[in-house]
């Protein structure tokens, strides 16, 4: 008796939890599956592979110039996740562990335009980067990342879990400041980096608006870009489009896995 | 020479980027947003090979982003200010016409000291005029037509003839006697989608808002007519529900239903059906039961925008009025390349215009179009057209089932007013 109950209530977690790993993954596999079928039989719903394949990936090369804009999307991607790691651990560490009058008072500042909507900025924001000289280049889409403060946030709950112990025998042993941030604290930290590394990277592989509105040329655009545009014509070429959205994914979905498991332990250090 | 050599000093000095500034110095670039690169883009760069055949010192460079991102841009950049970053010329649907010349004024060139508006089919003028200023290049029509399947109609007892000079009574009617003998729908329809409405509406000359640009709803006689036709079409049972877009093309491009009641520019997808080849027909749309009722409109259609700070706003101008305004071969070939109409009377004199359609059984198809063109009644498109058009799709679905036109008429209006705020 108690064993059926224990079967059944397994058989209806699996069958749930299926249900909805079928709903979440569902999409990919239709985006896969639209990708080497016609356009005319994505619209028509054809769920089954199709023999298009190499007719989306040439129209699809032949509409942009795939690796110029796979670049500019790796480029922009990792520039601004490199350097809000670095601003933004330094930040973290900084607010964590050195004690002064008005911590607490700026850190909440910071925090607080976590309030602001995007929107609000993008005016003035786009104002600043014209007066700079900057509009129409890859860095008026990374500059404005690097200050993130949810990522500073993150860096301090998770330096909290950083011994202070650990700092203590490095200064008792006479290593500097900037020593015991450099040889100890980022290798301790490691999970806490590869979280931040995900978090950032995808945000900024897939940033849409701010790239939109500030470049301006074909020759600067991002993935994200292309495959907007493509899917707004009056007639998309779906299986293109589905193969640059594959495009688009990939290497979202390799950075998650490569670092899979720093993440979780990034993510449950943070919690501690 | 000097000129010449003033603006590329110019170039030099405001330039960015010195790379920027050395192409300058060489050529002058005429840049464009706009959307879709199958259709916008393309026909802009074969305008663009055109015109450098003749002006080799021109290089026209075309952006394409999605037509929601050209907006967000254009609006943007507008509002901050920024206007070295904005592109000479600029893509805008006539719907958002008005608002775009009456938010941002002083933002878009006129052209009217150059270009003879008198060529183009007078709503497209109309559309992007304010105190006599008209203010675009107008492009691509969404001349309306009424797309019927010839071999569906004949089971039913209907010649191409009975398809002349139809009232929305008569279309139901026959809608009917096709359901019954072939069991097809007559018409795919979105329950969601105003545009049925738009198309109606403009047929008799009306629209969301008076020739003032004032909201014009509840004593609208066109918007009144067009709901209650709407209604009686669903009621009628001779529709078949589409759930967007997508869904609503396959409604006729797998056979589904007998006619299609769209802009021209649906052609390109009919057409691309190839096992439908001789089974279409082509007339004119069905006429409403009012006052100034005609059987032409139009539905969606855009418009070029030459940008009135731009340093190339000279070259741009002349750019659009000698390929857009001028070139009649032009027109031929993004009619067959892209299946684009043009708002260009004369381009009916062309080859492409005159070609028998050996899909549609060899009507010249493109010559009644081109008569439709001239008829569509002028209306102005107001600001607030796309804020109007979701307080009409919000009362679509309770229209269906038989809800009170007035009543809805009520609801649209102080929808509208609360949005239009």
Redesign the interface.
């Known amino acids: 008796m108690d064993r059926l109950t224990r079967t059944l209530s397994s058989v209806f977690t699996y069958a749930f939890l299926g249900i909805m790993a079928f709903l979440s993954i569902f999409p990919f596999i239709w985006m896969i599956l639209g990708a080497t079928n016609t356009s ?1 039989d994505i ?3 054809k769920v089954g592979i199709g023999s298009a394949l190499m007719d989306n990936i040439r129209a699809f090369a032949a ?1 942009v110039d795939v690796p110029l804009i796979f670049w500019n999307s790796i480029k922009i991607a990792l520039l601004s996740t490199a350097l809000t790691l670095i601003v933004a651990s330094l930040a973290g560490y900084g607010f964590e562990v050195f004690r002064s009058k008005y911590r607490e008072r700026v850190y909440s500042a910071i925090l607080l335009t976590l309030m602001v909507p995007f929107a609000a900025l ?2 003035p924001l ?2 600043m980067m ?2 700079l ?5 890859h860095w008026a889409v990374i500059l404005p990342t690097l200050g993130s403060a949810f990522v500073i946030f993150y860096f301090r709950q998770s330096t909290k879990a950083f011994p202070s112990e650990l700092r203590d025998a490095a200064r008792v042993d006479g290593l500097k400041e900037w020593q015991i941030f450099l040889l100890i604290y980022v290798p301790v930290m490691r999970s806490t980096y590869a979280a931040a590394f995900i978090i950032v990277f995808m945000a900024s592989w897939n940033n849409y ?1 701010w790239p ?2 500030v470049l ?3 020759e600067m655009k991002t993935i994200t ?1 292309v495959v ?8 998309p ?1 779906f299986g293109a489009v589905m193969v640059s959205a594959i495009l688009a994914t990939l290497p979202t979905l390799v950075v998650f896995f490569v670092m899979q498991r720093q993440f979780v332990q990034g993510m449950i250090g943070s919690i501690k | 020479m000097n000129k010449t050599f003033k603006t590329s000093l110019a170039a030099l000095v405001f330039s960015t980027s010195s790379m920027m500034a050395m192409a300058a110095a060489q050529a002058k670039d005429i840049t464009i947003w706009c959307w879709d690169p199958n259709f916008n883009v393309a026909i802009m760069k074969e305008a663009g090979a055109i015109y450098s055949k003749t002006h080799p010192d021109i290089n026209i460079k075309v952006v394409d982003f999605a037509k929601a991102d050209v907006e967000a841009k254009l609006q943007t950049t507008l509002a901050s200010g920024v206007t070295t970053s904005l592109p000479d010329i600029v893509l805008i649907e006539d719907y958002g016409a008005q608002k775009y010349i009456q938010s941002f004024p002083g933002a878009f060139a006129s052209m009217n000291d150059v270009v003879d508006y008198s060529k183009f089919a007078p709503y497209k003028v109309k559309l992007a005029t304010v105190d006599g200023k008209t203010y675009s290049m107008p492009f691509d029509s969404g001349v309306t037509g009424l797309y019927y399947r010839k071999d569906y109609l004949e089971q039913a007892g209907f010649k191409p003839e009975d398809m002349q000079n139809l009232t929305w009574d008569k279309y139901i009617e026959i809608g009917k006697k096709v359901a019954e003998k072939t069991g097809h729908k007559m018409m795919g329809l979105d329950p969601n989608d105003a545009g049925l409405i738009r198309i109606m509406m403009q047929s008799a000359g009306g629209w969301y808002f008076n020739d003032k640009g004032e909201l014009n709803i509840t004593g609208n006689e066109a918007l009144k007519a067009a709901l209650t036709t709407e209604g009686k079409l669903i009621a009628s049972g001779i529709t078949k529900p589409a759930a967007g877009w997508s869904n609503w093309v396959s409604t006729f491009t797998s056979g589904d239903v007998a006619t299609v009641i769209t802009g021209v520019w649906i052609t390109g997808t009919i057409k691309a059906t190839k096992d439908q080849e001789n089974k279409w027909g082509v007339a004119a749309i069905p006429k409403l039961d009012v006052k100034g009722a005609t059987d032409a409109s139009n539905l969606g259609g855009s418009s070029w925008y030459v940008i009135a700070s731009s340093p190339e706003k000279k070259e741009a101008i002349d750019f659009l009025n000698s390929v857009y305004a001028k070139d009649v071969d032009f027109y031929q070939k993004i009619l067959v390349d892209q299946g684009a109409v043009g708002s260009l009377m004369e381009a009916r004199k062309g080859a492409a215009y005159e070609t028998a359609d050996k899909f549609f059984g060899g009507e010249k198809i493109w010559q009644k179009f081109a008569d439709w063109l001239s008829k569509v009644p002028s209306v102005n498109y107001g600001v607030f057209t796309n804020e109007v058009d979701s307080a009409v799709a919000a009362q679509l679905p309770a229209l269906g089932k038989g809800g009170d036109v007035d009543a809805a008429l009520k609801a649209i209006e102080a929808q509208a007013k609360s949005s239009m705020q």
């Open positions: 005319i619209v028509k719903g509409a993008m005016i786009f104002i014209g007066k000289g900057l509009i129409d280049t608006l939109l509105i301006q040329s074909n870009l907007s545009s493509m899917a707004s014509a009056y007639y070429d």
